[in-house]
C-alpha cells in the first residue's frame, strides 16, 4: 500500500519521538511523488536543520549521493566518501543523515560497498535511499531497508479508476440476464479502462523523461539518456501493472462482499457498493460466488505469468459475468 507523504511523515514523527526509528529507509514512489521532501523532512527530524536546507550547503552531518558521472552511476568514490563522512564523530549532537537520490543508479561496486554500511551503520546514523525504480536495486539492499512506498499525484487518479470501475459493476449488477454477448462487452470496457491507464502513465513517464534530456543533455553522454529511455519503459511498465493489479483487487473484493452478503457477515469491502452486492446475493448461491471468486484467482495467476492480457481478460469475464 502507498501512503501519502504527510502520512509516511507522521508515522516516521512517532517512531523517533519513541526512538523507534529504523537505521534505514527506502523511500519509493514515482517522480513527482515528493521522495526528497520527505527524505528532506525526516532529516531535520533527526538532524535539527530545517528541512528547505537539508539539500543545500547549510546542511550540517548530511551527507548526500546522486548521480554525477557522465554515466549517471553513482561511484564507488561517491559512496567512500559517504561512508567516512558517516564514520566522523557528530558535532553539536546534531544526527549524521546519508541520503542516496536515484538508489537504483548504484554501481555494483558502489552497491556492494554500500551493503557494508548497511549491514553495519555507524552510531547516530540514518541511512535514507530513494528510488523510482526500486525493483533495480539487488535484493540484498531491499532486505536491509524498511521499505515506505509514496502514492503519487496520480494516486487520486487511482482513486477515481476504482470508482469508475465500481459504478461499472454496478451497472452490471442491474442487468437480469447475464449472456456472452453482455460478459464480452463489460470485459471491452474493463480493457479500455486499463488501457486509460496505461496511457496516463505513458504520458507521465515520457514528461518525466523529456525533463531529464532537456536537463543533462549537456552534462551527460549518449549512452546515459539512451539507459534513461529504458529506465521509463520499465518505469512504465512496473506502475501500471501496480495500478492494473489494484483494479482486480477491486473485482476481488466486490466478489468477495457478495459472499459475505450471501453469509449475513455484515462487513463490506466496497461499502458504497452494499445494495448491488446484496441483490447479487440474492441471485448466486455461496458455490456460484465461490467459483467466481475461483475465476478472479486465475486470472491474477495468469497476469502473472504475462499470458496475454485481453485474452486472459475475456476468458475470465465469461465466466464471471455469464449465467
Known amino acids: 500500500m502507498a501512503f501519502a507523504r504527510t502520512t509516511a511523515l507522521e508515522f516516521l514523527r512517532r517512531a ?14 514515482p517522480p513527482g511523488s515528493g ?9 531535520s527530524l533527526v538532524n535539527g536543520t530545517p528541512a528547505k536546507d537539508i539539500f543545500s550547503a547549510k546542511a550540517r552531518e548530511v551527507f548526500i549521493a546522486r548521480p554525477e558521472s557522465k554515466s549517471r552511476r553513482i561511484s564507488i568514490e561517491q559512496i567512500r566518501e559517504l561512508e567516512h563522512a558517516l564514520q566522523m564523530r557528530a558535532v553539536n549532537s546534531h544526527g549524521k543523515v546519508a541520503i542516496i ?3 537504483d543508479r548504484l554501481g555494483g561496486e558502489a552497491a556492494n560497498a554500500f551493503l557494508k554500511t548497511l549491514e553495519e551503520p555507524p552510531k547516530d546514523s540514518l541511512l535514507l535511499l530513494l528510488s523510482a525504480l526500486p525493483e533495480a536495486l539487488p535484493e540484498t539492499i531491499l532486505s536491509r531497508c ?8 496520480g494516486e487520486a487518479q ?8 465500481v459504478k461499472l459493476l454496478q451497472q452490471a449488477s442491474r442487468h437480469t440476464t447475464w ?11 474493463f ?28 552534462a551527460t553522454d549518449g549512452a546515459w539518456l539512451e539507459q534513461r529511455e529504458e529506465y521509463y519503459k520499465a518505469l512504465t511498465e512496473s506502475l501500471y501493472l501496480q495500478r492494473r493489479a489494484a483494479l482486480v483487487e477491486i473485482l476481488f473484493a466486490w466478489w468477495t462482499d457478495v459472499l459475505r452478503a450471501s453469509n449475513d457477515v455484515a462487513q463490506r469491502d466496497v461499502p458504497a457498493a452494499k445494495q448491488e452486492t446484496a441483490m447479487l446475493a440474492r441471485r448466486f448461491s455461496t458455490v456460484e460466488s465461490l467459483r467466481r471468486i475461483r475465476s478472479l484467482e486465475e486470472l491474477r495467476d495468469h497476469l502473472g505469468r504475462n499470458i496475454h ?3 486472459a481478460i475475456e476468458v475470465a469475464f465469461l465466466t464471471i459475468f455469464t449465467v
Open 16 to 29: 523517533y519521538a519513541q526512538n523507534r526509528l529504523a537505521h534505514a529507509y527506502l523511500i519509493t514512489g
Open 35 to 43: 521522495k526528497e521532501v520527505l527524505a528532506a523532512e525526516v532529516a
Open 101 to 103: 537520490s536515484d538508489a
Open 146 to 153: 524498511i521499505a515506505i512506498p509514496l502514492a503519487s499525484d
Open 158 to 165: 487511482s482513486k477515481k479508476e476504482e470508482e469508475k470501475l
Open 179 to 189: 449472456s456472452i454477448q453482455f460478459a464480452y462487452r463489460l470485459a471491452q470496457e
Open 191 to 218: 480493457q479500455q479502462l486499463l488501457r486509460s491507464i496505461r496511457e496516463e502513465v505513458k504520458h507521465e513517464t515520457d514528461s518525466a523523461l523529456k525533463q531529464d534530456q532537456t536537463r543533462y543533455k549537456d
Open 309 to 311: 492480457e485481453g485474452l
